[in-house]
């Protein structure tokens, strides 16, 4: 018998089984026991996050989190990351990412009403680099689009590291009755679970193991591993599932994602301590003569299983035609606790539920502290400050990012107040009292020069951009994209990384409720190693009110909120000029935490006229911003830094 | 010499073509059996070369850099001298 | 705005008759697979549409709308890929150039207003002569201009030709447009001037 | 019996290609010395028809009510019947 898994992996297996798994057995550990689904080398140090709240409905554990806005109106959040595949097919790896995180979001039962795509890239005068950007960029671009659900905030970074290595992050907010929340965790013994949306083909096979194995097999080799999606039919599945949700035939819910059909079924019966019996012949094929393995573990796009009783197959089958998506009565749950596979008549897969879902042993890596982090080259001294201004401005990292986002349709559904470009997207629903705030990113630089001082700081710098517009954040997710986890130091800064996020949401009492780990970012093609990104994304709730613009206007004041400290290392500036003197890296303060509080509060007062948060560029670039309509004269004496 | 390059990007076969299978279904809805479509993309470049050869390579280079993605697109193309 | 309105499923085509006005909406009908709006404007549905605008029942299609509207021959001309081949959304400035019709019967002829467009096919084509034709009869609606009103090169987002935004059929009852009217009705999220179109189709059904 | 259209769809002559200029300026970029770049979409459609003079009618009607823009667009195929 061949062997498709870790050695110790199959040793372990072979003894619980107390025989040999065959192939399609061993297909099914390979993808539920990676690092993507099963969170190996992360599970424990996960565990440290504070995940508690009086606004937290639905916590970790679910395919999103459900968090409390107003009365029974609740908020639905994910952050996904589809960094492997948008490196093979840039195009089709993004679009795939948004369509699998509107999913998630789309199975609590909840609307999608709203994006935010935090992207990295390698710099951007390597073409291969400028060819990812343009066409991840582009992915995102036709499928929100057409699925109709607006990018409102987002980031784009880009530093060497990532060359030939891409980040592409998304996060999705959506909308729904506290009474309507679904649960993706099956209920009852003899329901049915049905398929429906997209057909099945050989649509990256082995995609979740595929994420586990850093790319040093040239993607040619591969047989297409790459999903295609196709945003129309996912605009059909999220109509048809919430019609079907109103109906109130749907017991439970799930999205195929890692894994296919596999990983769905088997995560939704052990949710509920139940075992499932799968029929492959009944799943819809779009193409003839697929394996037991290819139909169990491929992941083509668009695709979602939803427990129902015997008696609504039928409303759910006329509700699929309706729609014109495929529909098929793919699997029983039962009491017994088993993953069980019928093909052609004879059970091909028998494996116990708890050992598939839940039995991968964790990693326990080591971690040694790093050493090595290489700053640029040190420079002489500078004398024309009008050059170097220029030159930062012009940087990818700082110029305006309006070529990305006006190609995303960031005004459907009608709710977007404060556009993209500013310090966070506000959206303005009509049937709420509150409006939602969002922000998200962190800067990778500064974690990298201290994993846990840097995220900590992510997380003041997401709340600040909240504080801008008087919002206060009501939760956290995140998506934590490191290099490879058995290089000691890469495990260091992801270990360092997660407590800084676990203290940094305490400082600020607010819950992390959800995220992603993307592990094995490197690229032997460009021998480069992303830097430590953990990708925040945070939402905020204001009342409604006439919210200050991040642009000034004639006649203004500006007011300097904070102060300023000799923290130049990893700073735009010396990235862009070379390094001026022996500085400090940024680390966190605890009157960050109070002055926010502040600007907060006063900006609900309602006597700011425009507000915005310094970040990369610092003050030069914060003011050029500000005074992009009307410009701006900055005096600064050098005993007391007013303005 | 100027050449004329007509080239043909296909996806490869077995991957995913939702808008071929979408037009095969308006196709059916107006009444026209169709059994499949599949879609593919067209480029006719006029470009400059020393000679035939060379011809041959710099389309053969543009088709793997830009025009196709070599993981999930086919590529074919022909030739001719435009003078 | 006191007017009861309903969303058809384009397969429900009984309900439709029914209707004193038909918006046709944004969107991405049939995923803009093959051209924006061609698939969608061969459903029986649109049949249903014709002989309502043959009646004389306002039409308005919206973006997408506007596509099914040039794509079933409802109106003139062809909607293509923008000039820069890419998605666009932004706020634009439009003028007023006829508003003897039910949509822009509440704004002045050379009237300034701001609606936002959202499309990737919203180039507008037509001939030389078919140009001349809408001119001669006064068929434009809507154009892109600057803040003065001029309908330059800079003030047009997609290179439609003499920047058209929008416009007539013969009897001057389907209207279709590229930018979004829906998306102006709300000062805080950007104009209110859309409300104004929306208001004149509800006087005009309502005499 | 099964024919296989191979149906090209072009813009006419002087309707403007903004897809061809662009992908012109791309590969000018990448150091190609390309005159001129136009695009095209090309369909392959399988579909059933009693005789050669049936499939030439289908496939007609397919180009010029579906396929096809007849403002913007001219459209050229060719059959072979598949067995």
């Given amino acids: 018998m061949e062997r498709i898994i870790p050695e110790e992996d199959y040793e372990i297996i072979r003894k619980e089984l107390g025989r040999e798994p065959n192939l399609v057995e061993q297909g099914c550990f390979l993808n539920l026991w990676s690092e993507h689904c099963a969170y190996r080398s992360s599970s424990k140090l996960l565990k440290t996050l504070p995940t508690q709240g009086e606004r937290v409905v639905v916590g970790p554990g679910e395919d999103a989190a459900v968090i409390r806005l107003e009365n029974d109106i609740c908020l639905v959040i994910g952050m996904e990351s589809h960094n492997h595949p948008s490196y093979v097919d840039p195009y089709s790896g993004a679009a795939t990412g948004v369509g699998g995180i509107v999913r998630d979001i789309l199975c609590m039962g909840a609307r999608p009403i709203a994006l935010m795509d935090p992207l990295y890239f390698g710099n951007i005068d390597n073409p291969k680099n400028l060819y990812l950007f343009e066409h991840v960029v582009a992915g995102i671009s036709d499928y929100g689009n057409c699925i109709g659900v607006p990018v409102v905030r987002g980031e784009c970074f880009f530093d060497e590291s990532y060359s030939g290595n891409p980040l592409v992050n998304v996060v999705c907010i959506g909308i729904v009755k506290e009474e309507k929340i679904i649960s993706s965790k099956g209920r009852r013994a003899g329901d049915y679970v049905v398929l429906i949306g997209s057909t099945t083909g050989r649509d990256g096979l082995g995609g979740a193991s595929f994420a586990s194995r850093d790319l040093s097999s040239t993607p040619d080799e591969d047989r297409p591993s790459v999903q295609i999606g196709d945003p129309y039919t996912e605009k059909l599945i999220i109509e048809a599932t919430l019609e079907a949700m109103d109906r109130g035939i749907v017991e439970a819910c799930k999205d195929l994602g890692a894994a296919g059909l596999a990983g769905a079924s088997s995560e939704m019966a052990a949710g509920g301590g139940l075992g499932i019996r799968i029929f492959a012949d009944a799943v819809p094929l779009r193409e003839k003569g697929l394996t037991t393995y290819e139909i169990l573990l491929a992941e083509s796009q668009e695709r979602m299983i939803i427990e129902v009783r015997p008696e609504n197959v039928e409303e759910i089958a006329e509700i699929a035609r309706k729609y014109d998506i495929a529909f098929g009565v793919v699997g029983v749950l039962t009491q017994e606790k088993k993953f069980v596979v019928e093909h052609n008549g004879e059970v091909v897969v028998d494996l116990p539920m708890d050992l598939l879902v839940g039995g991968a042993p964790p990693y326990d890596r080591k971690a040694r502290k790093r050493t090595t982090y290489t700053l640029p080259s040190v420079s002489t001294e500078v004398s024309d400050y009008r050059n170097i201004i220029l030159k930062i401005l012009s940087s990818p990292n700082v110029a305006f990012k309006d070529w990305v986002f006006r190609q995303y349709d960031h005004e459907v559904q009608i709710r977007t107040y404060v556009k993209p470009g500013e310090d966070c997207g506000v959206l303005l629903d009509p049937m709420c009292e509150h409006m939602i705030a969002l922000s998200c990113g962190c800067n990778p630089r500064h974690v990298a020069l201290n994993p846990y001082e840097g995220t900590k700081l992510s997380i003041i710098e997401n709340s600040s951009n909240l504080a801008v517009v008087g919002a206060e954040p009501i939760c956290i997710v995140n998506c934590l994209n490191f290099g490879n986890p058995e290089d000691e130091e890469v495990y260091w800064d992801f270990r360092e990384s997660v407590r800084g996020l676990g203290d940094g949401a305490r400082e600020i009492g607010v819950p992390v409720v959800g995220g992603n780990v993307s592990f094995y970012n490197e690229s032997e093609e460009f021998g480069t190693e992303v830097l430590p990104t953990p990708s925040i994304g945070m939402v905020g709730i204001l009342p409604k009110m006439r919210v200050p613009s991040m642009y000034l206007s004639e006649g203004e004041s500006i007011v300097l909120v904070g102060a300023t400290y000799d923290e130049m290392l990893g700073s735009e500036f010396y990235e862009c000029c070379g390094v001026l003197s022996e500085s400090n890296a940024p680390k966190f303060r605890r009157e960050y935490v109070e002055s926010i509080k502040k600007v907060r509060e006063v900006v609900r007062q309602g006597i700011v006229s425009s507000a915005h948060d310094l970040s990369i560029g610092g003050l030069a670039v914060g003011i050029c911003k500000m005074a992009l309509k009307c410009g701006a004269e900055v005096r600064i004496e050098h005993d007391s830094a007013t303005l | ?83 | 705005m006191g007017c009861p309105a309903e969303i058809i499923w384009y397969k429900d085509v009984g309900s439709l008759r029914m209707c004193d006005a038909v918006v046709i909406p944004g969107g991405f009908s049939y995923g803009d697979y093959l051209r924006a709006g061609a698939i969608a404007a061969r459903t029986p549905v649109m049949d249903v549409v014709r002989d309502m605008a043959e009646d004389g029942v306002p039409i308005l299609g919206i973006c997408n709308g506007f596509q099914v509207l040039t794509e079933s021959l409802l109106l003139e001309g062809a909607l293509m890929i923008n000039e820069y081949p890419k998605f666009i959304c932004k706020w634009c400035t439009l003028r007023v150039e006829e508003n003897e019709s039910p949509f822009t019967s509440k704004f002045d002829v050379g009237e300034l207003i701001r609606i936002p467009i959202a499309h990737k096919e919203g180039r507008y084509y037509h001939t030389k002569e078919g140009l001349e034709r809408l001119n001669a009869s006064n068929l434009i609606a809507l154009r892109y201009v600057d803040e003065n009103g001029e309908p330059n090169a800079s003030a047009n987002p997609n290179g439609s030709v003499e920047n058209i935004a929008g416009i007539l059929n013969e009897s001057k009852n389907v209207m279709g447009l590229m930018p979004h009217p829906e998306r102006a009705c709300n000062s805080l999220l950007g104009s209110e001037d859309g409300r104004r179109m929306i208001e004149g189709i509800i006087e005009f059904i309502k005499k």
């Fill in chain 2, 1 to 83: 010499m100027r050449y004329l390059a007509d080239v043909t990007i296909k996806l490869k076969k077995g991957v995913r073509d939702p808008e071929g299978m979408t037009i095969t279904r308006a196709l059916r809805n107006l009444g026209f059996s169709v059994e499949e479509v599949s879609s593919a993309k067209k480029y006719y470049v006029l470009f400059e070369a020393e000679d035939d050869e060379e011809a041959e390579n710099k389309i053969e280079e543009m088709c793997r850099k830009l025009l196709s993605n070599p993981i999930i697109h086919d590529y074919s193309y022909t030739l001719e001298v435009k003078g």
